[in-house]
């Protein structure tokens, strides 16, 4: 006892025991209703069976059933626009504005720290600012558009099933450019100056010194930007339920948002799951690239 | 004599700081000039105007007969080593020596061939394929030569480029460092905070201080006619001992106040009453028998290299004394003392200066 006491102070003991518990915490938390998960989308469930963990199970039919529906792909489909242009749009939009503040104009680090603003605000907030915004009949985008000639009658962003998911799309790209911004500021700040000086003294212009410096140091920061990115992506709900609530016709549906129409609105709880399966898998491929990614920093 | 570098008139503001003042310099084609000076004199600022990295605020600056103020570093043609050498962290060493001729457009194969011959004369050619991060600091600042050596500049710049290697490695690399320079005719500036490095490596020696030129010439120039108390007491190891005189009634002698009055014979004029400082190198006292010499002190400190005696006199101020070989006074002993004939140097005690003549 005593030993065990004196290795919890000053030996191996404290260490397990401070990793020990956000781990119990993880499990618990996290670990088990992904199992459950897991093991839903192998089962019949129904209203009667909700209640019970020990429900037949059916093998692959729910897999089969779910891409035996019409609406599968084109939400698949959907999903991967959504996570393919809201990735690009952010890194893009952030990596310019990263760039930007770079320069250190004066104040540069104030503004900066007011695009953290987008970053607190809770997605149905967003969503329903950019309601207004992307309102069919008295939107500002619309306006703007159509005063700078781009469009010549409104869209309406919300019901065409051709703008819809763009819609929600902008909105995202709004949300999640901060996050990128400042990721990517974190990494330009720690590319040392004087291999800017080094680079320019061997004779590099602007842009040899962003295609030989900046790229390739920045390269770790950019991959795990990329994965989160990924990963928020697929996890982005609240701006489908405020924006298009998937609509019209499923036009702006992504799997997020159908797993959770499918459990809690028509409460077939087994094709939910089954679709949640389906993103942990692409979920697991972007932690490996993001884990890949930090550990091979280049630096030093 | 051609000069490379010309600097005409050049100051330096940062904001409201004058960290240049009316620098006048000329850097003869094919020279080692080291630029020297405590900490904060400027010296970083002056290479890296001549480099490009900072604007002069006003003045000329010329490299090679063109003026270059408002000459990107990119087209001055000047390479620089850093004082943290300014690797690519993400490129081989062969990519790191031949990234400026990738800049400019050099094809592979020519600047495999490159890399090479300069990683010859380096010693690199075991390492071209490593990464930065896989050398030691010695190895790196090799590196950072080469990078510089490969493009045939019109001058190498360099900022403290040995101050982050240890004692033994510092003294090799600074013969290497002047006899690449001598092999390659180069023009190099060097600048160092370490007088010693200065005298033993450059031709011309630049001494600073607060962003003025205090004494630029030769080493020997710079250790036998000091222009002020400031470089004597720059140059020189151990430092210069200054001693409080004045001039004596007969014009032609000092009375030294070291604790008692001592009167010397000058082979020269002062003018009778004049307030002087008194510079004397340890190495131009030497010890005599107890009660001969022109003055008698006791020892306060006998401190041996084995080869060098390092001696400290119980005078106020102290005076430290140098020779070669061993003691036999030692602490608490009386010693005379003999200056080197000579080997006095005479400074105003109110301007510093050197007196003429
Ligand atoms: N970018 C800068 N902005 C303001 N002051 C500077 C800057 N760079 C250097 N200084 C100041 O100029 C003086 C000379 O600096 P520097 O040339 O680096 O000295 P050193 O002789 O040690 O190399 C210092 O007092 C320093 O604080
Ligand atoms: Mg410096």
Redesign the interface.
């Known amino acids: 006892m005593k030993r065990f006491l004196s290795s919890m102070i000053d030996g191996r003991g404290f260490d397990i025991g401070l990793v020990s518990l956000p781990l119990a915490f993880l499990l618990t938390l996290s670990g088990l209703p992904l199992l459950y998960n897991i093991v839903m989308s192998f089962q019949e469930v129904d209203m009667f069976s909700l209640g019970s963990f020990w429900r037949p199970f059916v093998g692959l039919k729910n897999y089969r059933d779910l891409f035996a529906q019409p609406e599968t792909w084109p939400i698949l489909a959907n999903t991967a626009t959504f996570v393919a242009a809201s990735i690009a749009g952010q890194f893009l939009v952030g990596f310019g504005l990263a760039l930007f503040f770079w320069t250190s104009f004066p104040g540069a680090s104030w503004l900066r720290g007011l695009f953290l603003v987008s970053w607190v605000m809770p997605g149905l907030v967003v969503g329903a600012i950019w309601n207004w915004i992307l309102s069919g009949d008295f939107g500002v985008l619309n306006f703007i558009l159509r005063e700078t000639g781009l469009i010549d009658g409104n869209i309406f962003w919300r019901s065409d099933p051709g703008f819809s998911l763009w819609a929600v799309i902008i909105a995202n790209i709004w949300l999640g450019t901060s996050f990128n911004m400042i990721l990517l500021s974190v990494g330009l700040s720690a590319i040392?100056r004087?291999?800017y000086?080094?680079?320019?003294?061997?004779?590099?212009?602007v842009w040899?010194r962003f295609w030989?410096?900046t790229l390739?140091?920045m390269?770790s920061s950019i991959g795990a930007i990329m994965a989160l990115g990924l990963i928020f992506t697929l996890q982005q709900f609240d701006l489908f339920a405020a924006i298009t609530s998937g609509g019209p016709n499923n036009a702006s549906n992504v799997t997020q948002y159908w797993a959770w129409d499918l459990s809690f609105r028509q409460y077939d709880f087994a094709k939910g799951a089954t679709i949640s399966v389906i993103m942990i898998a692409f979920v697991m491929v972007a932690s490996v690239v993001y884990v890949r990614s930090t550990r091979h920093e280049?630096?030093? | 004599m051609t000069a490379q570098i010309e600097l005409t008139n050049v100051n330096k503001y940062y904001g409201a700081y004058h960290a240049l003042k009316d620098i006048e310099l000329s850097i003869r084609k094919g020279s080692f000039t080291a630029l020297v000076g405590p900490s904060g004199c400027g010296k970083s600022t002056l290479l890296r105007s001549l480099a490009g990295l900072e604007n002069i605020s006003s003045g000329t600056l010329k490299i090679a007969g063109e003026v270059m103020n408002a000459v990107p570093p990119r087209k001055r043609d000047v390479a620089m080593v850093f004082q943290s050498y300014a690797l690519y962290p993400h490129m081989t060493v062969e990519e790191n020596l031949t990234y400026s001729l990738r800049i400019k457009g050099v094809a592979k194969a020519e600047r495999k061939k490159a890399a090479n011959e300069v990683a010859a004369v380096t010693g690199l050619t075991h390492l071209l394929g490593r990464y930065p991060r896989e050398l030691s600091g010695g190895q790196r600042q090799r590196v950072a030569m080469s990078r510089a050596i490969i493009r045939h500049p019109k001058a190498f710049l360099f900022d403290e480029p040995l101050s982050n290697l240890d004692a033994a490695l510092r003294v090799h690399m600074r013969k290497e460092i002047r006899a690449l320079h001598d092999r390659l005719g180069a023009t190099s500036v060097y600048v160092t905070h370490d007088q010693v490095e200065a005298m033993t490596m450059a031709d011309h020696v630049v001494i600073m201080r607060d962003g003025v030129i205090e004494q630029q010439g030769s080493p020997l120039e710079l250790y036998d006619r000091p222009a002020n108390k400031f470089v004597a007491g720059f140059i020189g190891s151990p430092a210069m001992n200054f001693l409080p005189a004045i001039g004596g009634q007969d014009g032609r002698s000092i009375i030294l106040d070291l604790g008692l009055k001592q009167t010397i014979a000058l082979g020269r004029t002062v003018q009778p009453g004049q307030a002087l400082s008194i510079g004397l190198r340890p190495e131009h006292i030497e010890l005599a028998a107890p009660g001969e010499g022109i003055l008698s002190a006791p020892v306060a400190l006998v401190e041996s290299t084995g080869a060098t005696c390092f001696l400290t006199m119980a005078t106020t101020p102290e005076l430290s004394v140098v020779f070669n070989g061993r003691s036999v006074a030692r602490a608490g002993d009386r010693a005379g003392l003999n200056f080197v004939p000579g080997s006095m140097h005479l400074f105003d005690a109110e301007t510093e200066r050197r007196l003429p003549g």
């Open positions: 040392p004087d291999l000086e080094a680079s320019e003294l061997d004779g590099a212009n040899q030989t410096i390739p140091m390269r280049v630096r030093g």
